[in-house]
């Protein structure tokens, strides 16, 4: 007998959104969740948060569970999967959470070791190890193609960054790893099809971030052609928009007003007070 038989969640697509807690996360979880589907939460520290996240989830009369997992570690990341596949059918994976801590190699805060060991564990190495499972995962249940007839081909989410295409030497450590991860797009998108596709996110900036304030964070926002960049709205549906296009694959999204076509020698953030 089919296991899925005897739990509906595991006949209904669901989306696992890594860092679902707070920010963009949870804007992606929330959107998803009103376009009908099944949402797994992961957090890692802000269990209130994610609580909070699941019953603004659930609310709205879908499926949602959340997953506390530190992504540093490589056991807890597979123990992660593990468990979420064991209650939801996922379609689509979002790699969401990240560090973004500042350095940079000419100041007073210089890239070291550990602080790169720690950002490339997290926005990398993470994101990596979940792609793969996700591949894995699809190819032994389905043992299908993408041209017998599946209704969405699945997709790997990574949320990567407009400085990618327009950097500057600030959050050195950050920069490097979604740099890292930008490059996996393709290569991952080559090797995984026709089972699934991998697509990047980049956003501009979205959110208040650091000891940015709120004034300084509406200055910065305005500084696209546009005259305003991403919305935690914009982001979240793009996500969806994603992972609902079979034929969107190997290749990234910018979602930022413009952002990436004003280049800049210091991140957005250093010049508004």
């Known amino acids: 007998m089919n296991p899925s038989s005897n739990n509906p969640s595991l006949q209904e697509k669901a989306v696992l959104v890594t860092g679902a807690a707070k920010r963009l996360g949870r804007d992606m979880a929330l959107q998803f969740a009103r376009q009908g589907w099944n949402v797994a939460i992961h957090y890692g520290r802000s269990e209130e948060a994610a609580l909070e996240t699941l019953a603004q989830i659930q609310a709205l009369g879908v499926r949602s569970q959340a997953f506390r997992a530190n992504l540093a570690d490589e056991e807890a990341v597979q123990e992660l999967f593990s468990a979420v596949t064991k209650e939801f059918n996922l379609e689509c994976l979002v790699n969401s959470a990240s560090i973004f801590e500042y350095d940079r190699a000419s100041s007073q805060d210089p890239l070291i070791a550990t602080n790169l060991q720690k950002h490339m564990q997290v926005n990398l190495t993470a994101p990596m190890l979940l792609s793969q499972l996700m591949f894995t995962y699809l190819k032994n249940k389905r043992n299908v193609t993408a041209k017998d007839g599946l209704e969405i081909v699945p997709s790997v989410i990574q949320l990567l960054d407009q400085k990618l295409i327009n950097p500057n030497p600030d959050y050195l450590s950050y920069t490097l790893s979604k740099a890292a991860l930008a490059s996996s797009v393709e290569l991952l998108a080559m090797d995984f099809a026709p089972y699934l596709r991998v697509v990047g996110l980049a956003p501009g900036i979205s959110l208040p971030s650091g000891d940015q304030t709120n004034d300084g964070f509406s200055k910065a926002h ?28 190997g290749t990234t999204l910018y979602v930022d007003g413009g952002q990436h076509l004003l280049p800049s020698s210091r991140d957005v953030m250093f010049k508004t007070n």
């Open 222 to 249: 305005q500084m696209t052609p546009l005259g305003k960049s991403s919305t935690p709205d914009d982001i979240a549906k793009a996500a969806v928009f994603l992972a609902e296009s079979s034929a969107i694959t």
